[in-house]
């Protein structure tokens, strides 16, 4: 039997949810989470898990099973997920994987690029370097050890550029050879679906469902793990803002504002990754969920569906 991976992604605020489990109740199969901010289990609200009649609707993997005090990386959700996949896959021919965080839905369907660990002085040392001399030098010096990279990459973004060299000086190999590694067949076969809308139109959801937050109680959420607020997990849109409120640096409005104006900006970003993957098939956000499964079982049933998700006919996202 073909096991099929079925990805729904698009930006925040879009209906994932809302589609995920209509498809999931069509198709009489389950949903892993690929959001890493509804893997912890102290925060809900902030997070817009699903609600428990939509978790009870159809059985759900990867919400809220952590504590935000566990360590826990996309390397280790890609581990996990894989081993969920290969048991659910036992009993089910599709599965439906849902999330707007990119790199996790791409650490399951593709594999992660690995890299060795490298003495963090080096890194510390780029830093001094780019603070002293600028720019001009990193870029300088990548072109010199990783012409192939140098010539790929933003040189602007300076970041990237010392990622890429501390790679470089730490392993005596490129960092477009680690990128060029063969990484691990999957299994099953990847089907990526993109809900998509105009700008204007994700945006105002975007403010509709911070205020929807607020009105279930996202202040009291936040006070709840203001004393926690070191941990990773909670440096996140939604509670570093009122956290901002709570240690008296800014109006509650402000801080309101400041949400919306940071999911925005994260839907955004959002875009801006996927708009990258030419496997994905958007879809307008409030097409028929008959119309997306008439399109999986399409693809499913076609003669080419080793390519799948390979349309040309792809719609691409809103800018």
């Known amino acids: 039997m073909q096991h099929y991976l079925i990805s729904i992604t698009g930006p925040t605020a879009i209906g994932k949810t809302g589609l995920s489990i209509k498809l999931a109740m069509a198709l009489n ?21 699903p609600t428990q009649e939509e978790l009870n609707l159809v059985p759900h993997h990867f919400i809220q099973h952590l504590s935000i005090k566990d360590s826990y990386d996309v390397g280790d959700f890609e581990k996990d997920a894989l081993t969920t996949l290969d048991s659910l896959f036992a009993r089910h021919s599709s ?13 399951v ?27 001009g030098k990193l870029q300088s010096r990548l072109k010199q050890l990783d ?22 000086i730490g392993s005596g ?27 204007e139109f994700i945006y105002e959801r975007i403010n509709q469902r911070v205020d929807k937050m607020m009105e279930k109680g996202l202040l009291e959420e936040a006070k709840r793990l203001f004393p926690l607020r070191q941990y990773p997990a909670l440096n996140t849109i939604g509670y ?11 109006s509650l409005d402000f801080a309101v504002s400041e949400i919306k104006k940071n999911t925005r900006r994260f839907a955004k970003r959002q875009l801006t990754w996927f ?18 499964i008439t399109y999986i079982q399409q693809k499913k049933n076609s003669p080419y569906s080793s390519s799948l998700g390979s349309s040309t006919t792809n719609r691409k996202p809103s800018p």
């Open 275 to 292: 708009k990258k993957d030419p496997a994905i098939h958007w879809f307008p956000h409030d097409t028929p969920s008959s119309t997306v």
């Open 147 to 168: 012409p192939d990279y140098a010539s790929r990459v933003d040189l602007q973004n300076h970041r990237r550029l010392i990622r890429a060299l501390e790679i470089c």
């Open 109 to 135: 369907c593709e594999g992660l690029n690995y890299f060795p660990e490298v003495n963090p002085k080096i890194r510390e040392d780029l830093n001094r370097q780019y603070k002293a001399e600028g720019i």
């Open 173 to 199: 190999k490129t960092y477009s050879y680690f990128l060029n590694q063969p990484k691990t067949p999957r299994p099953f076969k990847s089907l990526k679906i993109g809900l998509t809308a105009p700008r």
């Open 95 to 107: 599965l439906l994987m849902v999330g707007g965080s990119g790199l996790y839905l791409k650490a």
């Open 29 to 49: 199969t389950e949903i892993l989470s690929a959001d890493s901010r509804q893997f912890y289990k102290e925060m809900s609200i902030g997070t817009a898990v």
């Open 240 to 250: 570093q803002e009122i956290f901002a409120h709570l240690e008296g640096r800014c």
